[in-house]
């Protein structure tokens, strides 16, 4: 074994053991460049992840909602700030990575691919899909590289906010019209299967790098199972209906559910989504149109 | 309506109105700090919205919703400095920093009033938007060799000049170093197309189902 070989073994038994290191420290290539890309897609998802949320800051129905919801996007914003910062750190410049989102090289998460169509899509994304959000990330709070731990922090207690405000909006809702009821139960129906998908295909942990690295802690489907035991009582409660006839809690407490679609997932975070480009477009034509200003900062 | 009621108004919508216009910016500022910065403008605006319609509400038997969402777009007292459609940087600086030398002026004239409850919120509010001041002082700063940033203070000046009543206009010039003898002051009364446009969308939802709770 390569003194080099047996640096990183050692390395990765550090990690492996719950061991956490500080960007100073030593990293394998191979660490950094997964770090790297792991960090990346998450700043990306929480900065494609405020379009479709924004533009119903704008028709916001209430003061009130529309003051939350304003804070809720800001949140979302600061996060991918604090993110890339720490993906910065690593490396790589953050004018590099937004060149790589536009031109589709990077990724982001597969639910901000997907239209809000009705106020109800506005409650169910900060009540469900913040909740599968907050279940990877409380999960990242043990990662091994420090830094990136220490963030997720601050983002998962904001993002506990998210969830209260998501309710909320869903329950007020819930106990309005019969139209409100309506539109509340089809945004369900259109973010189920992409809930579903969120956390990935049901991989081995131990077959994850991202998992052999410890820059995750836990499996794919640990994940999912979290998700579905926290949640689904909480929709049904509410007289809600989830659009899985397969879906039930086995009686060794495991969830059972219908194979969520794999093809479509993989079709969307690779930019086929039915927002994909739209949502790229948009983000590309702001960061041109501004560029003078952000030359003006950097000559200042 | 009386005089109070009207002043009221005619403040709080143009706080809801600018902030609404802030917040286009959520999500899509040049910087991702600059992002932020946006939104707890625009957070500030729109509560200080809130606060003047709750005392409009009280003098009309009304509600603050209600009064920011449920009238007509002619209802709506708004100079038309905060109406415009202006998604591009320079411009909104511009508009900033004008609309906020123009709401110091305002809220040192209403902080004075005998009016103790207006001149209650009027320091409340001028607290924060000691704020706003510094980042569009800082911004006016930044962008002032732009020839775009100075085209757009420029091309706003008769609007800004309409914020304020005839009496307080001499001191925003004098702020400003801008002049308010050769310029016609576009003032309140009338709206552009813009406003019907951003009320079209900023009511959509409520309008959907009239009367339900959200």
């Known amino acids: ?300 | 309506m009386n005089e109070r009621a009207q002043l009221l108004l005619s403040i709080a919508d143009d706080e809801l109105i600018i902030g609404w216009r802030d917040s286009e910016w959520t999500g899509i500022a040049p910087t991702l700090e600059e992002d932020v910065a946006f939104s707890s403008i625009a957070q500030n605006e729109i509560g200080h919205a809130r606060a003047l319609y709750e005392l409009a509400a009280t003098e009309l038997g009304s509600d603050a919703d209600a009064l920011a969402f449920d009238r007509a777009p002619e209802e709506y007292r708004c100079a038309q400095l905060v109406e415009l459609h202006l998604l591009e940087w320079a411009h909104t600086i511009a508009r900033r920093y004008l609309y906020e030398e123009a709401d110091r002026v305002r809220l040192g004239a209403l902080k004075e009033s005998a009016d103790s409850e207006l001149a209650g919120v009027a320091a409340k509010i001028d607290r924060e938007e000691v704020y706003h001041r510094m980042h569009a002082e800082l911004w006016a700063a930044r962008l002032r060799d732009e020839s775009r940033f100075r085209e757009a203070v420029e091309e706003l000046w008769p609007y800004a000049l309409g914020v304020l009543p005839q009496e307080l206009r001499p001191e925003l010039a004098r702020r400003t170093g801008l002049s308010v003898d050769s310029t016609q002051a576009i003032e309140r009364g009338t709206h552009t197309p813009e406003l019907a446009e951003l009320w079209q969308e900023m009511t959509e939802v409520r309008r959907s189902i009239p009367g339900a709770q959200w």
């Open chain 1, 1 to 300: 074994m390569s003194a080099n070989a047996a640096r990183e073994q050692e390395f990765l038994e550090y990690v492996q053991s719950g061991g956490q290191v500080e960007s100073t420290d030593w990293l394998p290539a191979d660490y950094r460049q997964k770090l790297i890309k792991f960090i990346e897609m998450h700043a990306n998802s929480e900065l494609m992840g405020v379009l479709p949320e924004r533009e119903w800051i704008l028709k916001a129905p209430t003061l009130q909602r529309k003051l939350a919801l304003t804070a809720k996007v800001q949140d979302e914003v600061g996060h991918a700030q604090l993110i890339y910062r720490v993906a910065e750190d690593l490396g790589k410049p953050r004018d590099e990575m937004f060149a790589d989102l536009l031109s589709g090289k990077a990724k982001f998460h597969n639910v901000f691919h997907y239209p809000t169509k009705t106020w109800g899509d506005v409650g169910v994304i900060a009540w469900l899909v913040d909740a599968a959000a907050i279940i990877s990330q409380k999960a990242l709070l043990k990662c091994s590289y420090a830094p990136y731990a220490r963030i997720m922090k601050k983002i998962c207690w904001e993002e506990s906010f998210h969830i209260l405000h998501g309710r909320d909006v869903v329950l007020a809702m819930m106990t309005g019209t019969p139209e409100q009821q309506e539109l509340v139960q089809e945004a369900v129906n259109r973010w189920w299967g992409p809930l579903m998908q969120f956390h990935g295909n049901p991989i081995a942990r131990e077959e994850d790098p991202m998992y052999l690295w410890r820059i995750k802690s836990q499996g794919n489907e640990e994940a999912r199972q979290q998700f579905l035991e926290g949640y689904v009582p909480q929709i049904w409660e509410l007289g809600l209906t989830v659009p899985d006839s397969n879906l039930g809690r086995g009686d060794d407490g495991v969830w059972v559910y219908s194979e969520p679609d794999w093809a479509e997932l993989k079709s969307v975070v690779t930019g086929h989504g039915p927002r994909s480009q739209e949502r790229l477009d948009f983000r590309r034509r702001f960061l041109e149109q501004e560029k003078w200003v952000r030359d003006s900062l950097v000559a200042a």
